[in-house]
Structure formats: structure tokens, C-alpha cells
């Protein structure tokens, strides 16, 4: 029987809008309910990897998304001082990527990405200017109260409301956002403003003490670099309003005092400098509690090192889709969500784990460990391949299989 759920979606990011295309596919509506009065990008760009744009490619988006991103040439890793590439594997070239997990790579604006998926939804859809303050359970639904004095009502509401999310007070409780300890700077260089820099159409990892930067190539043509430098430190986050800070024009260079002229040249082109701690949510119990549910930096916020971040929650929103659009009446919403509780927590905590792990290779100092690293960068497409290789459909299809052979899997 087809599904009748009225769903909710908070936040208009990458994973609400999503979600709501997901949901569209399968015969449901939903409204999506974001604060913002337009949809504001976080950040400058992304790197979508095959186990989103199998997905997005999937409903159709394959297109527009290609026609306005770049594939990486290689995935290259360099030493923080004398530029030496340090490892190096194809991307598109020889359309290695392609091949192996039969979905492509594209960097691409996240304001472009946000046009895409927006411009995707049924007319209507989309609420802005709605920030959510209360949720409210009643035996016929969720009572959803927004800061203007507005209400709506729903049968499931879908926390998709970023690290902060209020959803996830409701279903979880306080003080789950954790910060790393290191921040970054990042910003968006014309290629032609970067003369000295070496395979600029590559994604790369520059590494050294303490710090990395990483860019890669972005736009329909390749024709600027989107980067993210990251340094230990500050030990501790001192604004509690956000994750953003000014700093002094010159504090990111300084961080990178004698690394190679190409990484500070491009360090350097961001006039306005910023800092960005990054944070991590730690892993929940529970997803879910009543109605409610979470998904993408809501449930599983990670550290940026293995550019996950929005492609789980990607997964995450065909996924959810998939088995609401099998629940026929809201009795059957706790078993729902206990099963996308079960098919994402593992593997999202996986990917945070390694995140982190990353982060601290990354800045090892030169040395014995150091070369060990390097050297096992050398098999670095083989030991990430599971990322990038997992397939929502297929893992959807093996469960109802497994079902049919031997009833319901545990769920916890
Ligand atoms: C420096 C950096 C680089 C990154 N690079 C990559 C990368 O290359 N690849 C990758 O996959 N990921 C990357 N990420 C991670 C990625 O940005 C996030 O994981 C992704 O955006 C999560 O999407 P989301 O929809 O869950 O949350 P968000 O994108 O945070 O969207 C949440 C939305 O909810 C809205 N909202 C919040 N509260 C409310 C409320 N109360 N009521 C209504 N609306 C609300 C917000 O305004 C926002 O629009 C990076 C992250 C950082 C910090």
C-alpha cells in the first residue's frame, strides 16, 4: 500500500533537499521547512563522490550536475615544504574513477549544487524564513512550532538541521557537538592566480607539522580551486554562537610560514580571512524518538578529511526514503526508523572515525611515522574503496532479501 505520511523536513541544506527529491521519487511529499529567508551556501564548494552521484544520477540530476562540476585528474599527495608528490592515483584520468565504482566525482559550488537540487522539487515544497523553536507530540501527529508564531502539523518530522540541530535536543538531548581541536581557513583561487601551483586540476593533499591543505578543482571548466587548510589549534572553541570567527588578514599565512610558494600563494588570495573550527557530533544512542528523526550533520556531523560529510548524508536521505515510502501507517514508523537507524549508524561512524584518524596523519612531522604514512598512501584507492563503492539501492535490496530468507535482522 502506498504510503500517505505528511513529513516534515527541517533545514533546506543538502540533505532536506534531498531528502525531499528522494521522497518525491517514491510517491511522497513532503515540505521542507528552512530558517534562512533564501537558501544561503555553508562554505564555498564540495566534492561529490560515487556513493552520492549514483544516487543523484539515479533521479535524473546526472546532467545538470556534470554540466556544471569538474572531475579531479589524479589524487595526489605532496610534502608540505619541497612539493614533492609523495603518492599518486588516477581519478579521471584513464576514467579510472568511473570504472571502479561506476559513478563519478564532481567538484562543484555549493551554491550551484543547492540551484540543482532546489529547482528539482515540486512546486511549494520549500518554506523559507521557518526556523524551528518546539516540537510537540500529540497522539495524531507532531506539532511543529517556528519562531514567526507559525505552526504546521505532521505525521513525521526529519531532522535535517546541521550540527545544531534542534531536532536533535528533542530526540537526544543536550550537548552532543564535539570540537577537534583543530580549525581551518578555506576560500575559492582562480587557477590563473595561481601560476607556480602543480597539477591544478588534481585533488590534492599537501602535508606537513601540524597543518594540511587541500584542494581541488571546481566549476564547469576547472577554471578555479576550492581549498580547505587546516591547523592544529585553538585548543578550545570560545564562541558559542557558531563555528565561524574573523581572524587577523594575515593569521592564515603565518600558520603556513615556509610551506611551498604554490600552497601559500593560495592561502594567501583570501583577503577576508576566516576560521572555521570544525566539530563533530558524537555518536548517538537513538536516532530517533517518537516521530522524529535525524539525518546527515544532525545525526552524524564528521571532520571534513575524507569529504564524506554530505555524501552520507546523501545516503542517508535515499536511504530514509526508501523504507518510509514502505510504511503504510504510522504505527509502523518506530520499526522504520530502527532499520535506518541500523543500515546508517555503523557505517557513518565508520567514515567519522577515519575522518579523524586522517586528521592526524595528515600532520604528522617528518619522520619514521611519517614515511610510514607515505608509504601507505600507496594503497589508499584500495583501502578507502568500501566509501566510496557502497550502493543505497543494492544495501536496501540485500536487506529485504535477507528478510525474505530469514525474518526481521536485529536492530541495534
Ligand atoms: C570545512 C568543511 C568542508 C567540507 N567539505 C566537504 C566535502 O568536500 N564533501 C562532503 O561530502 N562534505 C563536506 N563537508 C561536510 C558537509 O558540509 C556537511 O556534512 C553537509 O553540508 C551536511 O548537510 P546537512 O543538510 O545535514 O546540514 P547543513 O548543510 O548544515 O544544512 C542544515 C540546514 O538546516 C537549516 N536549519 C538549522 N536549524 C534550523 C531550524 N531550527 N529550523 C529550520 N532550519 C534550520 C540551516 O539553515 C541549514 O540550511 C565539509 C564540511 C566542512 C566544515
Not at 592526524?360 to 611519517?370: I, V
Request: proline share 6%.
Amino acid at each position: 500500500m502506498a504510503s500517505t505520511l505528511r513529513v516534515a523536513i527541517i533545514g533546506g541544506g543538502i540533505g532536506g533537499l534531498t531528502l525531499a527529491l528522494a521522497l518525491r521519487e517514491r510517491g511522497l511529499t513532503a515540505d521542507v521547512y528552512e530558517q534562512t529567508p533564501q537558501l544561503t551556501e555553508i562554505g564555498a564548494a564540495v566534492a561529490l563522490t560515487a556513493n552520492a552521484t549514483r544516487e543523484l544520477e539515479r533521479i535524473g540530476l546526472g546532467d545538470r550536475l556534470a554540466a556544471a562540476s569538474t572531475t579531479p585528474e589524479e589524487l595526489i599527495h605532496r610534502h608540505w615544504r619541497d612539493g614533492a608528490r609523495i603518492a599518486a592515483h588516477p581519478v579521471h584520468s584513464g576514467s579510472w574513477y568511473r570504472n571502479r565504482f561506476q559513478a563519478p566525482v564532481h567538484g562543484i559550488r555549493r551554491a550551484q549544487l543547492q540551484v540543482i537540487l532546489s529547482s528539482a522539487l515540486a512546486a511549494g515544497t520549500l518554506h523559507l524564513g521557518y526556523r524551528l523553536v518546539g516540537l510537540t507530540e500529540r497522539p495524531d501527529g507532531l506539532v511543529l512550532g517556528f519562531s514567526a508564531g507559525d505552526t504546521a502539523h505532521a505525521d513525521v518530522v526529519v531532522g535535517a538541521d546541521g550540527i545544531r540541530s534542534t531536532v536533535r535536543r528533542w530526540v537526544a538531548g543536550d550537548d552532543h557537538e564535539i570540537y577537534s581541536g583543530t580549525s581551518g581557513f578555506r576560500g575559492i583561487v582562480p587557477v590563473d592566480r595561481l601560476p607556480g601551483l602543480p597539477d591544478p586540476q588534481s585533488i590534492q593533499f599537501w602535508t606537513g607539522p601540524g597543518a594540511h591543505l587541500l584542494h581541488y578543482p571546481i566549476g564547469p571548466t576547472g577554471d578555479s580551486v576550492n581549498f580547505l587548510a587546516v591547523v592544529e589549534g585553538p585548543r578550545t572553541w570560545a564562541r558559542t554562537d557558531g563555528w565561524v570567527d574573523d581572524v587577523a588578514a594575515d593569521e592564515p599565512l603565518r600558520a603556513f610560514h615556509g610551506w611551498h610558494p604554490a600552497a601559500t600563494a593560495m592561502i594567501g588570495a583570501v583577503t577576508h580571512a576566516v576560521r572555521w573550527g570544525l566539530f563533530a557530533v558524537r555518536p548517538l544512542p537513538r536516532w530517533h524518538r517518537g516521530r522524529a528523526v535525524l539525518l546527515g550533520d544532525a545525526a552524524h556531523a564528521m571532520l571534513p578529511h575524507q569529504g564524506q560529510g554530505a555524501n552520507t548524508t546523501v545516503e542517508d536521505a535515499f536511504t530514509l526514503a526508501a523504507l518510509l515510502a514502505q510504511v503504510p501507517d504510522t504505527i509502523e514508523l518506530p520499526s522504520a526508523f530502527a532499520t535506518y537507524q541500523a543500515l546508517r549508524r555503523g557505517r557513518t561512524r565508520r567514515i567519522q572515525r577515519l575522518s579523524w584518524l586522517t586528521n592526524a596523519l595528515l600532520h604528522l612531522p617528518d619522520g619514521a611515522a611519517a614515511d610510514e604514512r607515505n608509504r601507505a598512501l600507496a594503497r589508499l584507492p584500495q583501502e578507502i574503496a568500501w566509501i566510496h563503492e557502497h550502493d543505497v539501492q543494492a544495501t536496501l535490496r540485500r536487506r529485504t532479501e535477507r528478510l525474505a530468507r530469514s525474518g526481521p535482522a536485529p536492530t541495534t
